[in-house]
């Protein structure tokens, strides 16, 4: 047993945890089914759209201020806008028509690995050796999944992989942009802003692809689909995040993008009928090696915290055990 205050954290952190990581992981297989159904870049805005027109109805509601007002708040909101948002998203929309949510799942997360590399170079940050080590299992993790080789460099496995993979390093590079950057709008109103600004972006993107509503086809399981990426992996999923944030920190929570890909995978079992190869596992195993890497004094730390909490509980039972009533 764990001590009563890890225990009275875990019920609803640890439940919230394992919750939001099902509903972004199911949404890699979500978006495989939906994109019958939708053009790419379409599909991902009017899904922000929405999303994004509920969160700030949100922030309206709760937070005591949901207008950006500084000139870095104005930026902050256009850079997740465009990079998190848009880049990411829209990448990772078109890298889906060629792979499996599942693989995509995996590419994905690389995103904190490709966070330190960008820290570095962007920020001016140490680049330790650990961060290079890291940077490589990373890197390597990914090639392994897209079964990359010489002679199938031009295949749509590679195509969708690397299309996943820029999806990734926008994600990481918004997120490094926006670190120097002070800004108190609370962060259910920035997403919100980002959330609609982003779709706005990805329309533009899809009009000059040719892409049009026109070109959707809606049956129920279209709309199933895009119902679960609006309301459960979109609103549901952020306010989730926006509660973890504040509860177990930034650091703790990046490991949730190291579960999405189980949940991907499971879900892709479970409703598709796909199984990843082999090649996908290891892959993902070099990857999470990176971010371990990176990130092992903070892994090492919550690691010996629970072992603490552990050991010391049973000490407490045991000695519990030896000073109660003897049997009868």
């Not at 299992?137 to 990914?142: E, H, L, P, Q, S």
């Not at 120097?180 to 919100?192: F, K, Q, S």
């Not at 999405?260 to 090649?279: I, M, N």
């Amino acid at each position: 047993m764990l001590s009563r205050d890890i225990q009275n954290q875990i019920p609803i952190s640890g439940i919230l945890f394992v919750l939001l990581a099902t509903l972004w992981g199911g949404s890699f297989v979500a978006i495989e089914i939906g994109l019958h159904y939708f053009p790419p870049l379409v599909f991902a805005g009017v899904r922000y759209a929405t999303a994004g027109a509920v969160i700030l109805g949100y922030a309206v509601v709760t937070a005591d201020r949901w207008r950006p007002r500084a000139r870095e708040e104005y930026l902050s909101v256009a850079m997740v806008g465009a990079f998190v948002i848009a880049g990411y998203h829209g990448l990772l929309y078109l890298g889906e028509q060629h792979v499996s949510g599942a693989i995509a799942a995996v590419v994905v997360s690389l995103s904190p690995v490709l966070t330190a590399g960008f820290a570095a170079v962007v920020l001016d940050e140490r680049l330790t050796l650990a961060k290079a080590v890291g940077f490589t299992f990373g890197v390597a993790g990914v090639a392994v999944v897209a079964g990359l080789t010489p002679a199938n460099a031009l295949s749509a496995n590679v195509l969708g992989v690397g299309l996943a993979l820029l999806g990734a390093g926008c994600f990481a590079l918004g997120a490094v942009l926006t670190r120097p950057l002070r800004t108190e709008l609370p962060i259910a109103a920035l997403e919100g802003w980002a959330m609609v600004g982003g779709s706005a972006l990805l329309f533009v993107a899809g009009a000059a692809r040719g892409e049009s509503l026109s070109a959707i086809r809606l049956t129920p399981t279209a709309l199933a689909s895009f119902a679960y990426l609006t309301l459960l992996s979109g609103v549901v999923a952020f306010l989730l995040y926006f509660y973890l944030l504040d509860d177990i920190g930034p650091t703790r929570l990046n490991l949730v993008g190291y579960l999405e890909p189980v949940v991907a995978t499971l879900a892709s079992w479970v409703v598709l009928g796909e199984l990843v190869s082999s090649s996908t596992l290891v892959g993902f195993g070099a990857i999470f090696a990176g971010f371990a890497v990176l990130n092992w004094r903070q892994v090492r730390g919550f690691a010996d915290s629970v072992r603490s909490s552990v050991e010391s509980e049973t000490e407490e039972s045991a000695w519990s055990g030896s000073a109660g009533p003897a049997d009868d």
